[in-house]
């Protein structure tokens, strides 16, 4: 049985801790007498603030720093994060329109300007053919015999047709594609561009004291008692510019060549031209032999500054004298 003194001590002990857990719930709070039954919660407490704010500092964000001074708020040198907007993302259909416009545009260039430039490029094919031409040598380029023309005729009828006179002449096939052409761009325009019956005898670039390049057709016609040359002059084409061609004449520069002329013109139809050959010394001259009866001289040809071209025998006294000798033999 217990006695009188241990229950009053008991019932004072009971006492006591139920007034200290009614004060502290009452003055500080359920929270401050939770933490007073933990002591290591302030601890934790502190640990995840530290967590929280190392985790904003590492934010990717622009990071501004308030000016020192700049108001009187009391937050001079405390760090504001400040987030920016929000990226503005491309839907699918805006990404493929926005890829497909060059596409677009190429096609649309290529509807407007394709058949222009694949006519040019053709037209330059076309023109490097003439440029670097190359006749044959073993046969003339007009003959007059009417007996050899015949023969011309039949073993190369693919390169020589017979003219209202009776002459084999030779035309050029590269010469008559680019004619047509510079015709076909020019709206039929271009003229002194020859025509079918006139025998080509000279047909490559030549080029001036400037280096400008040139494109030169020389041709004759087989008139009997006469021997007139007819030149084409072409300013070539190049990538962005087209063919042009460029008013010229045939001039006879050398005085002395004048009576040679002359004697040249009495052989009428005895007449031979052969294919012009290039100088290789002067990339502005080419010499074309001509065969009067039986015998042969060589006219030298030369590529003026003004896209005229000069003409005259290579030794004009010379000439005359074989002539004579030719015929006296006769």
């Not at 401050?32 to 704010?53: T, V």
């Not at 509807?111 to 053919?129: E, K």
């Not at 044959?136 to 017979?162: C, F, S, V």
């Not at 400008?212 to 007139?228: C, H, N, Q």
Request: aromatic fraction near 8%; proline fraction near 6%.
């Amino acid at each position: 049985m217990t006695s009188p003194a241990a229950m009053r001590l008991t019932s004072a002990v009971e006492s006591c801790w139920i007034l200290r857990g009614g004060v502290t719930r009452g003055i500080i709070g359920e929270g401050e007498a939770a933490r007073s039954l933990d002591p290591h919660s302030h601890l934790r407490r502190k640990f995840a603030n530290m967590r929280c704010k190392r985790g904003a500092m590492s934010d990717k964000h622009e990071i501004q720093q308030k000016p020192a001074g700049s108001d009187a708020s009391g937050e001079g040198g405390v760090i504001r994060i400040d987030y920016g907007p929000p990226a503005r993302r491309l839907s699918i259909q805006t990404k493929r329109a926005l890829l497909g416009m060059p596409v677009i545009a190429v096609i649309i260039l290529a509807i407007m300007y394709g058949p222009r430039v694949f006519q040019h490029w053709m037209f330059l094919r076309t023109q490097a053919a003439c440029l670097d031409a190359s006749l044959p040598t073993d046969w003339p380029m007009i003959e007059r015999d009417r007996t050899k023309a015949r023969t011309l005729l039949q073993t190369r009828a693919g390169e020589y047709h017979e003219d209202p006179w009776g002459y084999a002449v030779r035309s050029d096939p590269r010469w008559d594609a680019l004619r047509t052409a510079m015709r076909a761009l020019e709206g039929g325009g271009a003229r002194g561009l020859g025509d079918g019956d006139w025998g080509v005898v000279f047909l490559h670039e030549r080029r001036n004291s400037a280096g400008e390049a040139r494109l030169i057709r020389v041709d004759s016609t087989p008139l009997v008692g006469d021997l007139p040359f007819n030149v084409t002059v072409v300013q070539p084409a190049t990538t962005f510019s087209h063919a042009k061609q460029l008013p010229s004449r045939m001039i006879i520069s050398d005085a002395d060549s004048l009576p040679a002329f002359l004697t040249a013109l009495t052989y009428g139809e005895d007449v031979r031209i052969w294919a012009g050959v290039l100088d290789a010394s002067d990339a502005s001259r080419f010499t074309i032999p001509i065969t009067f009866g039986p015998v042969t001289e060589s006219l030298h040809f030369r590529l003026e500054d003004d896209d005229t071209i000069s003409v005259k025998f290579a030794d004009p006294a010379a000439f005359i004298a074989r002539v004579k000798a030719s015929r006296g033999r006769q």
